[in-house]
């Protein structure tokens, strides 16, 4: 999915209007009920509504829409139209926070409309803080400012913003948090932005919500559809896109029934000083779970046996030492080549490391490198020059620190990020939330899935498995980083099904692993 800048959206939004075409008004109204089903959806499954007798529901809430001045706000006031009359259980409070000489257009046709039903409807306008009355029972649908916000709010809108996050309410934004922007927010004011519990967003996801800063105004959101003219997205070029299911099933390749172990690859593994085997077990069974072929895990004399005992699927290449990796052969018949997860940094298993790097030049062999394989690279920053094209790297956000530098916020490391990309020709995957991968086209992936559970030692050892298993397999590194961080999120969240994001383990995640994904046959 792509991911555009808020004037892209505008843009995008008139070619829908001028060329579907349709109303802005109509358009408003496909998107507000599509906000109220959400809403109807959301509400039984939290149970502030229930089925009480042959699909009768009772509301257990009252929903208080805070209306702005804008289309935001006109999307506001049509939900509660829509929501009185296609689900008259609700207890639909709705205030309009606007001068009504300042309405849009549409909002100012959407509050004379809803106006008409209030005999069964509580609706009320202010634009005094202190009239706004809201009770932490309470779903608060936060309507006041949307996608066109380009500068910090001012009272009376930050003064009513602060009571709503001090009430305690559960709050909804539609399409943003009233008063967070679309991209850059490092000059807003954070006191006067909504902190919301959902968003719902309309059509695409924007770009701030990806930032860590932008955390207590974006705990999740969910992305609506209101079916946007398809040309447009098309023909709107963006740099930034959101890893969704879609996205994966375009990359999947469906086995051939007459297919054998060795069209599935070949893959080379080197992984697990004697004294962190754990994780070369950990990154080779995630590696054979992802549908490799064949898989040759590497490691020193010591760790032979575990490796053995753990996971007899493997075959083993044993290093000449008995504790350290210090040198292999790449043998004619790997298809890819893996490295880092608890190898360290020894002086010899950094010489190998080097020997490695020109061998895999040398075979035009596709690479990734993970955990010590960067630290070695932090103490030979040169060597990057030396990594074959589209090699994949896969720091988390201190390794990626300490080989390219710190930065002081997101959007300086995102630009970094893609500019040392497209220098240094390599793939960057950027562990954490919305796991971010950067390659050298210019382009930034945001990845849909994960859990907080993932925050643990061992998660990126199955992740290296994972990316070596698909590449092994023949994907493009693009595409089996963007299918790796993919599933490996989703398996994060599969495991939250069973245990609680405490207790989740790297080996609980490598059972969950699935490549099962849907397909549209024409």
């Known amino acids: 999915m792509k991911i555009f800048t808020t004037q892209q959206i505008a843009d995008i939004d008139k070619f829908t209007i001028e060329n579907e075409p349709i109303k802005s008004i109509k358009l408003m109204e496909r998107a507000a009920t599509n906000l109220a089903m959400y809403i109807f959806k959301y509400s039984i499954k939290s149970g502030f509504v229930v089925n009480y007798d042959n699909h009768e529901y009772q509301s257990n809430s009252k929903i208080l829409i805070i209306c702005g001045p804008g289309n935001n706000g006109g999307d506001g006031l049509a939900m509660a139209r829509i929501l009185v009359d296609k689900y008259s259980f609700y207890q639909i409070n709705v205030v309009l926070f606007a001068e009504k000489e300042k309405l849009s257009n549409d909002c100012k046709k959407n509050w004379k409309r809803l106006k008409k039903l209030s005999n069964e409807i509580k609706i009320f306008h202010t634009t005094d803080p202190d009239e706004v009355y809201i009770d932490r029972s309470y779903i608060v649908i936060d309507a006041l400012f949307g996608n066109g916000l380009n500068r910090p709010l001012k009272d009376p809108y930050k003064t009513l913003i602060q009571k709503i996050n001090k009430s305690g309410a559960y709050v909804i934004s539609i399409d943003l948090p009233s008063g967070l922007m679309g991209e850059d927010n490092r000059n807003n004011d954070k006191e006067a932005i909504v902190k919301s519990h959902n968003t719902l967003t309309l059509q695409f996801p924007k770009l701030s919500f990806f930032d860590p800063a932008n955390e207590d105004f974006i705990k ?3 992305i609506i559809d209101i079916q946007l003219h398809r040309d447009a997205i098309n023909n709107t070029h963006t740099r930034y896109y959101y890893i969704d299911e879609k996205m994966i099933n375009d990359f999947f390749k469906i086995r051939r029934k007459f297919s054998e172990k060795r069209d599935y ?11 962190k085997t754990g994780a070369a077990i950990l990154a080779a069974k995630a590696c054979l779970r992802s549908g490799v072929g064949l898989l040759h895990t590497h490691v020193p004399k010591n760790s032979v046996l575990p490796i053995q005992v753990a996971l007899p699927e493997t075959m083993l290449s044993i290093d000449e030492h008995e504790e350290y990796f210090t040198n292999v052969n790449i043998e004619p018949y790997y298809t890819a080549v893996g490295i880092g997860p608890g190898i360290g940094t020894n002086e010899l298993t950094q010489q190998g490391f080097y020997n490695l790097i020109e061998q895999v030049k040398n075979k035009n062999l596709p690479l990734v490198i993970d955990a010590d394989g ?13 990594l074959p094209q589209n090699t994949i790297l896969t720091p988390h956000k201190r390794e990626f620190e300490r080989l390219f530098g710190t930065f002081e916020n997101f959007f300086d490391r995102i630009h970094a990020a893609s500019d040392i990309s497209q220098n240094t020709h390599c793939i960057i995957v950027l562990k954490g939330a919305y796991t971010q991968i950067y390659t050298p086209d210019g382009n930034i992936y945001f990845n849909s899935t994960g859990t907080p559970a993932m925050a643990k030692a061992g998660m990126g050892d199955v992740l290296t498995g994972i990316i070596l298993a698909l590449i092994a397999q023949g994907y493009k590194p ?6 790796a961080v993919y599933s490996h999120g989703k398996a994060g969240e599969k495991c939250t099904d069973f245990y609680d994001e405490y207790s989740v383990l790297p080996s609980d995640l490598i059972e969950k692993l699935s490549f099962n994904c849907t397909y549209e046959i024409n």
């Open 478 to 483: 693009e595409q089996a980083a963007i299918m």
């Open 374 to 386: 960067l630290n070695i690279l932090c103490k030979h920053k040169d060597w990057l020059k030396k």
């Open 265 to 275: 690859g070949h893959a080379l593994l080197i992984a697990g000083m004697y004294a």
């Open 220 to 222: 999740k959101f969910e």
